[in-house]
């Protein structure tokens, strides 16, 4: 958030007119409008790093709604153009995140079985497993919702 500070010196008194002038120190925002694919990185594993914090100031929690909601208007501007298949995804996240599939299947609570159908588009994601990944991976749940047709 960007700060103003405001500085009075009295020896710009203008001794004719009695007006004076005020300086004006402005200090760099810390976020700004996501305008790269490496900021928009930056500021997932900045959102990243302070979701995982045990306790969190309300400093923090505006911070996190400021870059959730940073994140969310570059996803929805930049990233909805070509939707990737759910399974395509997931695969995708579980590598940036060093997951195996009997992680997955941990995490979701589910058979490694139905990790492996899930992974190879042959199950569908099930409303609680979508909510769990949106959840763990920091995405909406609309990211786990596009399936590829098939004929």
């Known amino acids: 958030m960007s700060k103003l500070t405001i500085i009075f010196d009295p020896g710009l008194l203008n001794k004719n007119n009695n007006n004076f002038r005020l300086h004006f120190e402005s200090k760099k925002m810390k976020y700004t409008i996501i305008k790269s694919k490496k900021q928009y990185f930056e500021y997932c594993s900045r ?11 309300k400093d923090t929690v505006d911070e996190i709604e400021l870059l959730q909601l940073l994140i969310d208007k570059y996803e929805s501007e930049k990233l909805t153009s070509n939707p990737i298949p759910a399974h395509e995804l997931l695969k995708a996240l579980m590598v940036e995140h060093n997951m195996k ?3 997955l299947a941990q995490l979701l609570q589910v ?5 492996s159908d899930m992974l190879n588009g042959k199950k569908a994601f099930s409303k609680n497993s979508i909510r769990i990944l949106s959840q763990h991976f920091r995405l909406k749940q609309e990211a786990f919702n596009y399936v590829l047709e098939t004929s």
């Open 47 to 57: 959102l990243e790093l302070l979701g995982e914090l045990k306790k969190k100031t």
């Open 101 to 103: 599939g009997i992680d």
């Open 111 to 115: 058979s490694p079985g139905l990790v």
